[in-house]
């Protein structure tokens, strides 16, 4: 399996302007997380999924951030309209049978929003 | 207070110390904790996971529970410039849903 598979790697972007994070997730997990990296606030979730359906978006920091998992293969983030303090390196985890095994992370977005 | 709490350090020793990581917790009923590892630029990855009953050891790695505490520690032995990482202690929320992750100790093992 090719792991967690993440896309763009790096995204450099204006404020304002909207911006889309895809996730592929392990196939055959049920579950998957978005989380944000900082250095001055670690390693946060944003929000995740179990069988497609959102299941805890209480890290989804304000509304300009939403996400989809249209199908058991892919997942977006989306954030817009991006502001400077956006900036971050955001993961993607998938992991199963239960939310709390083993989580394998993708290599990470890291977000500059200037 | 927060669920976990990490110092986030940096750490520096030289090749062939022993390192010492670790977390304190707040919620005594956490049973099982995590450490994972990340390097430059990459993703966390699982180390080792040990319950609340005590040790495990894994090669040159211990992972350790005090709850009366509620202190986790990881140990390196003979640490290796390829330990050079950021160590992030998790626990699972109260619910038992997700995971809560430390900051991170970034360490660096000079050769």
């Known amino acids: 399996d090719a792991g967690v598979i993440q896309s763009p790697r790096h995204e450099v972007t204006e404020m304002g302007q909207e911006v889309t994070l895809r996730c592929k997730p392990i196939?055959?997990?049920?579950?998957l997380f978005w989380y944000r990296q900082t250095m001055m606030r670690g390693l946060e979730l944003l929000i995740y999924?179990?069988?497609?359906?959102?299941?805890?978006d209480s890290g989804m920091p304000e509304d300009r951030f939403s996400a989809k998992m249209p199908n058991a293969s892919f997942s977006t983030l989306k954030i817009q309209p991006s502001e400077p303090r956006d900036s971050a390196v955001y993961f993607c985890?998938?992991?199963?049978?239960?939310?709390?095994?083993?989580?394998?992370f993708g290599p990470g977005t890291r977000l500059t929003v200037l | 207070q927060k669920e976990v709490e990490q110092d986030p350090g940096p750490l520096s020793v030289p090749e062939g110390a022993i390192v010492s990581l670790n977390c304190t917790y707040s919620n005594s009923a956490f049973q099982y904790f995590m450490w994972y590892r990340q390097y430059s630029r990459k993703g966390p990855e699982l180390l080792m996971y040990t319950y609340s009953s005590g040790n495990k050891e894994d090669g040159r790695f211990t992972a350790q529970v005090d709850k009366s505490s509620k202190y986790i520690s990881l140990f390196i032995r003979d640490s290796q410039p390829s330990d050079s990482a950021t160590y992030l202690c998790a626990v699972p929320n109260q619910a038992g849903t997700a995971l809560i992750f430390g900051k991170g100790t970034t360490l660096s093992v000079s050769s």
């Open positions: 196939s055959g997990h049920d579950y």
């Open positions: 999924f179990n069988n497609n359906v959102p299941i805890d």
């Open positions: 985890a998938s992991t199963g049978p239960t939310s709390t095994d083993t989580q394998y």
